[in-house]
């Protein structure tokens, strides 16, 4: 099981980030997927979710990111997408993408490696 992010880097206050997430070693359509992120000190933070393509790709977001972020999910590449507008520097963090599946009392997660965000002038 692989999960392997992309996109992040150093970007303008006001600016747009797309970051990938590549998965790979299981079912990718049968999961839900998460972005996650978290800075030093802190406990990691849910952003955004999307439900497996089973459960109507439905989206849901923090409250801080609402009309600013948009996650995706394109289960042909088995990749998901969080695109990312409008930033600031409280945005600023390691972005983490995460696949979870329960069957039945069993709950299968995996964490991606994390890609740095940073928002700055």
């Known amino acids: 099981v692989q999960l392997v992010e992309s996109g992040g880097g150093l970007v303008q206050p006001g600016g747009s980030l797309r970051l990938s997430c590549a998965a790979s070693?299981?079912?990718?359509?049968?999961?839900?997927m998460m972005w996650h992120r978290q800075v030093p000190g802190k406990e990691r933070e849910l952003v955004a979710a999307?439900?497996?393509?089973?459960?109507?790709?439905?989206?849901n977001y923090t409250d801080s990111v609402k009309g600013r972020f948009t996650i995706s999910r394109d289960n042909a590449k088995n990749t998901v997408y969080l695109q990312m507008n409008s930033l600031t520097s409280e945005d600023t963090a390691v972005y983490y993408c995460?696949?979870?599946?329960?069957?039945?009392?069993?709950?299968?997660?995996?964490w991606g490696q994390g890609t740095q965000v940073t928002v700055s002038s």
């Open positions: 995460y696949a979870v599946r329960a069957a039945g009392s069993v709950q299968y997660g995996y």
């Open positions: 070693g299981f079912t990718f359509s049968r999961y839900a």
């Open positions: 999307i439900t497996s393509a089973g459960g109507g790709s439905n989206t």
